[in-house]
C-alpha cells in the first residue's frame, strides 16, 4: 500500500512538530509552464489490498488522494506525485509557520499595504479594516476562515519578518518536512507571479495536512462554519464565515481548507470522523468552473473510504 519512503515522510512531518533534526533540501524552482507541472521520476507504490469496491467512482478530480489519519494507510490516489497549483490551500502552510513560531496572542496592526493588496489582486478577504489591532489567534481564523488574502498579508510581514523573509521560511518547513514536490511563491496562493508559481502534490499535501491539524488551535478554527468577534478596543466587529462547505453538509467533517484559482481550479484538503474512524484527503481542479465540485469530490471520497 505505502512503501517504507512514504511512512519516513510522514514520520518527518511529525518529527518537525515535536523538534526532531531533520535534513534541509533545497527549494525547487518553480515551473512557468501553463499545462500539468511536470512530475520527477518516483518509486511505484504498493496497491491498496481489495478490502472494499477497487476504487471510488465519479471522483472528477486531476490530483486526489485519501488515506487513514491514524495509520497513514493510502487509501486511493490519482496522480499522487503529480504537481499542481492548489490556490488558498497554500494557507495552511502559512499558518503552519506561524503556528511553529508561537505567539497566538501577540497584537499586529493592520496595515493598509494589506488591504491595497487583496484590491490589487483581487483576493479572498476577509474584509480587514487598516488600523484595526487584532491578535495572532485572530488573523489566523480570518485566513484560514473566509480565506482572507488580507490576513495572509498580515501574518507573513510580521513574522518574516516582511513578505520574502517569510516564504523563505515557507520552503525551509517544506524542505525540513522532506516535501521535495512542493514550492512557494507566496504566502496566500495567489497566481503571483503566474498560475503555477506555487506548486505541491496530493501526497505533499496530506503531509501538510496532517502536520497543521496536530495543533489543537489549528484544529479547532478549520471546524468552525462560522467565527463572530465582536467590536472591541482597537477593532471593528467582524464575522467570517467558512469557505468550506463540506462542514455541516458532511457529518463528520472536521476540516480542513478549499483553494480556487483558474489555473488550480477548485481544490479542497479536508478531514472527517466517523466513529473511531478519520480520514484525510485532498482534491486538486475538481472543476475549473463548478464552485461545488471539490465538495462532491470530497463526499465521494469519505462515503468511500468510511464503507
Not at 8 to 14: D, M, R, S, T
Not at 56 to 70: K, T, Y
Not at 104 to 109: C, E, N, S, Y
Request: net charge positive.
Amino acid at each position: 500500500m505505502r512503501l517504507p519512503g512514504r511512512v519516513a515522510l510522514a514520520a518527518a512531518a511529525v518529527g518537525i512538530l515535536i523538534g526532531w533534526a531533520v535534513p534541509a533540501q533545497p527549494a525547487l524552482a518553480a515551473p512557468s509552464a501553463r499545462s500539468t507541472l511536470p512530475a520527477r521520476s518516483t518509486p511505484a507504490r504498493a496497491a491498496a489490498p481489495a478490502s472494499r469496491t477497487a476504487a471510488p467512482s465519479g471522483v472528477q478530480a486531476r490530483g486526489a488522494a485519501l488515506e487513514n489519519f491514524a495509520t497513514g494507510r493510502l487509501l486511493w490516489s490519482r496522480a499522487l506525485d503529480t504537481k499542481r497549483p492548489m490556490a488558498s490551500i497554500t494557507k495552511v502552510m502559512t499558518a503552519l509557520v506561524v503556528l511553529r513560531a508561537g505567539g497566538l496572542g501577540r497584537v499586529i496592526t493592520v496595515p493598509a499595504a494589506a488591504v491595497s493588496y487583496v484590491r490589487a489582486h483581487e483576493g479572498s478577504s476577509a474584509g480587514l479594516h487598516a488600523g484595526d489591532r487584532l491578535t495572532v489567534q485572530q488573523l489566523l481564523e480570518a485566513m484560514l476562515l473566509p480565506s482572507g488574502c488580507d490576513a495572509a498579508y498580515v501574518l507573513a510581514g510580521a513574522y518574516g519578518p516582511g513578505l520574502t523573509p517569510f516564504v523563505a521560511k515557507m520552503n525551509a518547513l517544506a524542505a525540513q518536512m522532506h516535501l521535495g514536490r512542493t514550492h512557494f511563491a507566496n504566502f496566500d496562493g495567489l497566481p503571483v507571479p503566474t498560475e503555477y508559481s506555487t506548486f505541491s502534490t496530493p501526497g505533499n499535501l496530506l503531509l501538510i495536512g496532517r502536520a497543521a491539524m496536530a495543533y489543537p488551535v489549528f484544529r479547532a478554527i478549520v471546524s468552525q462554519s462560522r467565527y463572530h468577534l465582536g467590536a472591541g478596543s482597537g477593532h471593528h466587529a467582524y464575522i467570517w464565515h467558512n469557505t468550506n462547505l463540506l462542514l455541516g453538509a458532511y457529518p463528520g467533517t472536521v476540516g480542513i481548507k478549499t483553494g480556487s484559482t483558474q489555473g488550480a481550479g477548485y481544490c479542497l484538503l479536508f478531514e472527517a470522523q466517523r466513529g473511531p474512524s478519520v480520514l484525510i484527503g485532498v482534491v486538486l481542479d475538481s472543476s475549473p468552473s463548478v464552485a461545488t465540485a471539490s465538495f462532491s469530490d470530497a463526499e465521494r471520497l469519505l462515503t468511500w473510504g468510511f464503507g
